[in-house]
């Protein structure tokens, strides 16, 4: 499927889980039929979107705390009195930060970065913040290798990062790092500028996007508005 197509339906998709009232559990429980079809479909492995779903977890320890501090009525939940409205609010985090993080988990996980930027050009989204988003995701792995080798050579002369004395040497390493990262940069940017570069790159990819992709997509997408619009309506 065409990335466009995938970053139009999953932007709706979010924003219908977004809107859907709390207390409409039936339709949350479509929400999650609609993506566990879209998992399927996709052939991604349960385990894969579980392990990412981790990022969520300082959530859930949030959402959990809830129902303990919040006000209002008292509900009587295996002998621990726990606020109703904050049950309501506990749920609402948890169903709606996890419906979100699988929807974009399924994206990033069927679809190249490269093709991801192609498809927010494709959208229109400005092109100065799809290079600020490429050259970022890049220079990520370069900077995640320079603090690899710089920590490599650390331990090989004796540092054991074991004391609040220790973090001086990997206070230094971060900061040589960062120059090391700026001056890289000056460097590429002075060779694309050497090589012709206008603003904008060029496109690798020169796949036509088919009716198909989109109604595919639009189609998730439409479900879970509708889910939305309706749940909306008779809450």
Do not use: C
Request: hydrophobic share 55%; net charge positive; no cysteine.
């Amino acid at each position: 499927m065409a990335p466009q197509a995938k970053l139009a339906a999953a932007f709706v998709s979010v924003v219908a889980v977004a809107t859907t009232p709390r207390e409409a559990v039936w339709a949350f429980a479509l929400h999650a039929g609609v993506l566990a079809v879209v998992v399927a479909a996709a052939e991604l492995p349960l385990g894969f979107v579980l392990r990412r779903l981790l990022v969520i977890v300082p959530f859930v320890g949030v959402a959990l705390l809830i129902p303990f501090v919040a006000g209002g009525e008292q509900v009587e939940v295996l002998g621990v009195g726990l606020s109703r409205e904050g049950l309501w609010g506990a749920w609402n985090v948890l169903a709606k930060a996890g419906l979100g993080a699988s929807i974009s988990i399924v994206v990033a996980g069927t679809t190249e970065e490269a093709r991801i930027l192609e498809g927010l050009e494709r959208l229109r989204v400005p092109t100065t913040l799809t290079l600020i988003a490429g050259f970022m995701l890049r220079y990520l792995v370069l900077i995640a290798e320079e603090l690899r080798r710089a920590r490599t050579a650390m331990l090989a002369r004796g540092w054991v990062p074991r004391w609040l004395g220790d973090a001086r040497p990997a206070a230094s390493a971060a900061g040589v790092v960062f120059v090391r990262s700026y001056e890289r940069g000056e460097r590429v940017h002075a060779a694309m500028l050497s090589r012709g570069f206008t603003g904008t790159m060029p496109e690798l990819d020169t796949h036509v996007t088919s009716g198909t992709d989109w109604v595919l997509g639009m189609g998730v997408a439409t479900a879970a508005a509708a889910t939305a619009v309706v749940a909306v309506v008779t809450t």
